[in-house]
């Protein structure tokens, strides 16, 4: 009786080891490169069910709607930028970091072309456009820092951006790759300062304490991801321009910024969240704490789960 209830107990967890782990993720449509290359590569092959999972994939337009589906329980998982994580956490919502895909270009502050301004300095009394609540938003506070009568406003997209600054409803905007790239390649803006949009994945923890092992197992299909990508350029990129209606060649270069671009195996491939990276996160939620953008500085080190 005992060796058939052992038998029987094995053969139901046989079963239930075959039954799919249900994720669902959502990715930047329009947005973010390298976070909208995995995204499409997780939609368009087979790599999740490879790994063990029943994948949703979500394609949505903004950070700002990722991280209202996440916390809605929409969706499980979301690959985002740097400061979704960190407005994610200080809004008490339960979340870990559980990957960096490295830089997705740059973010920068933009003027057009020919409007004479050389510095931010040279913003007092005028009207900056950015995203509130997104990775934007505290470089539009810390770069204009103690520029007088500045007033920074608060847009839904980057086409409502590049729309206003064109329109000179603004007078400088936050921009983010490829879309900064290719305002200055056409010649319709220029930057007065930059930095790079580094990326992050960000799982809600209900998802990640219930099976350990699907968290190792996403981990691993993340990286499996980066490396299809890295491995078949043109055809992502492809994905990528049909979506975002951008060139394949600028895509391509502002691809060129991440670390893993270059890389050929597996074990080649860096999703880990660096140190430094985790250091910036402190900084940008003590820097949003202080400036009353956030009502709490959220734990980011004690909110990451790095892949082994």
Not at 112 to 135: D, E
Not at 189 to 216: Q, Y
Request: charged share 25%.
């Amino acid at each position: 009786m005992a060796c058939l209830s052992l038998i029987l107990g094995s053969a139901s967890a046989a079963r239930a080891a075959a039954v799919p782990t249900r994720v669902r993720i959502a990715y930047p449509e329009n947005g973010t490169l390298i976070s909208a290359q995995v995204g499409l590569t997780l939609g368009r092959t087979d790599l999740l069910r490879k790994n063990g999972f029943a994948p949703e994939l979500f394609a949505l337009s903004t950070g700002r709607d990722m991280k209202l589906a996440l916390v809605s329980d929409k969706v499980d998982v979301i690959l985002t930028s740097e400061a979704n994580f960190v407005v994610v956490l200080a809004e008490g919502f339960p979340a870990y970091g559980i990957a960096s895909l490295g830089a997705g270009g740059d973010m920068g502050l933009a003027v057009r072309t020919g409007s004479g301004i050389k510095s931010a300095a040279q913003l007092r009394g005028k009207t900056v456009g950015t995203m509130f609540g997104t990775s934007l938003h505290r470089p539009a506070l810390e770069w204009t820092r103690g520029v007088p009568e500045v007033r920074i406003v608060s847009m839904p997209s980057i086409g409502a951006l590049l729309a206003a600054l064109e329109a000179k409803k603004i007078d400088a905007a936050l921009l983010w790759d490829p879309y900064l790239t290719d305002g200055i390649s056409r010649g319709r803006v220029e930057v007065l300062r930059k930095e790079p949009l580094e990326l992050i994945a960000i799982a809600a923890k209900p998802f990640a304490d219930r099976d350990p092992g699907a968290l190792e197992r996403l981990q691993k299909t993340l990286r499996e991801a980066v490396l299809y990508f890295v491995r078949h350029k043109d055809e992502v990129n492809r994905w990528a321009s049909d979506v975002t209606k951008l060139d394949m060649s600028l895509i391509d270069r502002v691809s060129r910024t991440n670390r893993n671009y270059d890389k050929a195996r597996l074990d080649q491939i860096d999703i880990r969240i660096s140190p430094s990276f985790i250091d910036k996160m402190k900084m940008t939620g003590a820097f949003l704490y202080a400036n009353k953008v956030i009502t709490r500085d959220p734990d980011i080190g004690g909110s990451i789960r790095n892949p082994r």
